[in-house]
Nanobody, 117 residues
Framework: VQLQASGGGLVQAGGSLRLSCAASTSIRGVVMGWYRQAPSKQREWVAS???????NYADSVKGRFSISKDNAKNTVYLQMHSLKPEDTAVYFCNRRQKRGTEYFDSWGQGTQVTVSS
């Protein structure tokens, strides 16, 4: 499974960006998520969308970020509004598939988001 993330860049505080993550295989029936890792920090979960369409967000981004997906295009999106300097990080997409009792994770290469104050 390959995941190609794109859409990162440099934006001023208060601005918006839309990240995309294209998967090489179907994203139906799996959990798709976005994570981020800031310099010198651990990777943290940002948002996820489950097969039924239910979405969940980290408290730090709730109300500002929106995750969505297009199953026909095998693509998941992260729309980010009201960006803050603390949102600066490398953003990774994740595909999590459950097989039996085990979970299998695939990761994209990451896309840099830099928010200037």
């Amino acid at each position: 499974v390959q995941l190609q993330a794109s859409g990162g860049g440099l934006v001023q505080a208060g601005g918006s960006l839309r990240l995309s993550c294209a998967a090489s295989t179907s994203i139906r029936g799996v959990v798709m998520g976005w994570y981020r890792q800031a310099p010198s920090k651990q990777r943290e979960w940002v948002a996820s969308i489950i097969p039924g369409g239910t979405v969940n967000y980290a408290d730090s981004v709730k109300g500002r970020f929106s995750i969505s997906k297009d199953n026909a295009k095998n693509t998941v999106y992260l729309q980010m509004h009201s960006l803050k300097p603390e949102d600066t990080a490398v953003y990774f997409c994740n595909r999590r598939q459950k097989r039996g009792t085990e979970y299998f994770d695939s990761w994209g290469q990451g896309t840099q988001v830099t928010v200037s104050s």
